[in-house]
C-alpha cells in the first residue's frame, strides 16, 4: 500500500523514494498493483473517499475506460507522475 501523507481536496500527497509528490485530478500517473505486478497507467479523474479507504479513479487509455484502485492495492512506492501517457502505452 501507498504511503499517503495528506488528503487534501482533489488531490493526495504520497511518500515515494524520490520525496513527496502530489498527485491531482487530471495527473498522468502509473503505479504497480501489489498482487499481480501489473502497471498501470492512465489520468486521475477522481480520488475516492479519505484515509485508507481512499480509491483512485483513473481513465485507461490501455483499456479505454474509468478504473478505479484502492490505494490499499497499490504497491508501496510505485505510484508515479508521468508526463505524456501517450508514450507510455505505445
Same mark, same amino acid.
Given at each position: 500500500?501507498? #504511503?499517503?501523507? *495528506? #488528503? =487534501?481536496?482533489?488531490? &493526495?500527497?504520497?511518500? %515515494?523514494?524520490? @520525496?513527496?509528490?502530489?498527485?491531482?485530478? @487530471? $495527473?498522468? /500517473?502509473?503505479?504497480?498493483?501489489?498482487?499481480? @505486478? *501489473?502497471?498501470?497507467? @492512465?489520468?486521475?479523474?477522481?480520488? /475516492?473517499?479519505? $484515509? +485508507?479507504?481512499?480509491?483512485?479513479? &483513473?481513465?485507461?487509455? %490501455?483499456? #479505454?475506460?474509468?478504473? &478505479?484502485? =484502492?490505494?490499499?492495492?497499490?504497491?508501496?512506492?510505485?505510484?508515479?507522475?508521468? +508526463? $505524456? &501517457?501517450?508514450?507510455?502505452? $505505445?
Amino acid at each position: 500500500m501507498i #504511503n499517503i501523507t *495528506e #488528503n =487534501p481536496y482533489k488531490s &493526495i500527497q504520497v511518500e %515515494t523514494e524520490e @520525496g513527496i509528490i502530489t498527485v491531482r485530478e @487530471g $495527473d498522468s /500517473i502509473e503505479f504497480i498493483v501489489e498482487e499481480s @505486478g *501489473e502497471k498501470v497507467v @492512465g489520468f486521475v479523474t477522481k480520488f /475516492i473517499s479519505k $484515509d +485508507e479507504k481512499l480509491k483512485i479513479q &483513473i481513465f485507461s487509455k %490501455t483499456w #479505454n475506460c474509468e478504473l &478505479i484502485w =484502492p490505494i490499499v492495492q497499490i504497491s508501496e512506492g510505485s505510484l508515479k507522475l508521468v +508526463e $505524456d &501517457i501517450e508514450e507510455e502505452n $505505445d
